[in-house]
């Protein structure tokens, strides 16, 4: 059974300014009728591109909170060279250890805890706790024209995966509130679990160890086709860890996008560069490398009339975080 779309109109993404990158993107919507349900598939990367990154990843604010809070309890936690120098924020003893090393030490603080006790204490942290500059909880420093862009794409029979660098249960915990992907939609960095028996019953819980490599650079192809199975048509993006694919959703032979978020508003978020390293130079900013492609390049500053949701009691607004379909 075929079903019937509308045109495509601006009303679909009201928060996206009328531009060439905003016709492209209501283009592409008319162009996917053409395209069987089973090919209608969109995946997201998470971090600087459906929420902000700076000036610290946010699963990274979170450990470091789990950090301060056993801490507290365990004074001695600060006698490990990772820990003691996350807490003293030593940047410099933090650059001789390695992020390999850092990352490794901060996994373990949750090391022992189930499933539901990760995904709950995730939830909380990302839903009470301030982002440090932004002046909103970390819920909601989500980016208002991307929860368009994903609810227009289901609209027109999309499914829509996020594919991140971060950790899988961590992005789990909320990806059905703030995104609508059902947590088996996401994508990302896995950590490792035992399986055992407690009191009789059996039982996960999490290790310490990663699972394999980060899931940046042509690692995100391998996991889409590893754990969706479907090659995807629309890829969205931020960064270089992003560049293999979009490639990779650009390179079918129908309609296709590739969309680049580009960072550039100091003043209502950040402004920094990506830079990738290409056959052209060693490194060149991931923005050359899209235009170069045929990319759809965004601007912050120029393609959107907002970045954030608005906040409860705000005009806009009525009342926020509310549940996603």
């Not at 509308?6 to 993404?13: D, I």
């Not at 250890?97 to 901060?106: D, K, N, W």
């Amino acid at each position: 059974m075929s079903t019937a779309y509308t045109e495509p109109s601006r009303s679909l993404l009201p928060s996206w300014r009328p531009s060439g990158v905003l016709d492209e993107l209501l283009a592409f919507l008319a162009a996917s009728e053409s395209l069987p349900p089973s090919e209608r598939v969109a995946v997201f990367d998470n971090d600087g591109t459906l929420w902000a990154e700076k000036p610290a990843y946010f699963q990274l604010e979170f450990f470091l909170h789990e950090l301060r809070k056993a801490a507290v309890t365990d004074p001695a936690l600060a006698g490990r060279a990772e820990y003691g120098a996350l807490l003293r924020q030593d940047h410099a003893a933090l650059a001789d250890l390695g992020l390999l090393r850092i990352a490794l030490a901060l996994a373990e603080l949750c090391a022992g805890l189930t499933p539901e006790e990760f995904a709950a204490r995730s939830a909380r942290f990302l839903l009470e706790e301030q982002h440090p500059t932004l002046g909103r909880p970390f819920a909601q420093a989500i980016y208002q024209p991307m929860l368009e862009l994903l609810d227009a794409l289901r609209a027109y029979g999309f499914a829509t995966f996020v594919v991140t660098g971060g950790g899988t249960e961590f992005v789990r915990a909320v990806s059905q509130q703030l995104y609508g992907v059902p947590p088996e939609g996401v994508v990302g960095t896995l950590i490792e679990y035992e399986y055992l028996r407690h009191a009789g019953a059996p039982a996960l819980r999490r290790t310490g160890r990663i699972s394999g490599d980060g899931n940046e650079g042509p690692a995100k192809v391998l996991s889409i086709q590893q754990h969706l199975g479907r090659r995807p048509v629309f890829a969205a993006g931020n960064s270089a860890g992003d560049l293999e694919m979009i490639e990779w959703a650009l390179a079918t032979p129908g309609p296709a996008l590739g969309l680049l978020i580009v960072h550039d508003d100091a003043e209502r978020e950040f402004a920094y560069e990506s830079k990738a390293a290409t056959a052209q130079a060693s490194t060149q900013p991931i923005v050359d490398v899209g235009r170069r492609q045929g990319w759809t390049v965004v601007s912050m500053r120029e393609h959107w009339s907002s970045v954030f949701p608005p906040r409860p009691g705000e005009p806009s607004g009525a009342g926020w975080p509310a549940p996603r379909t």
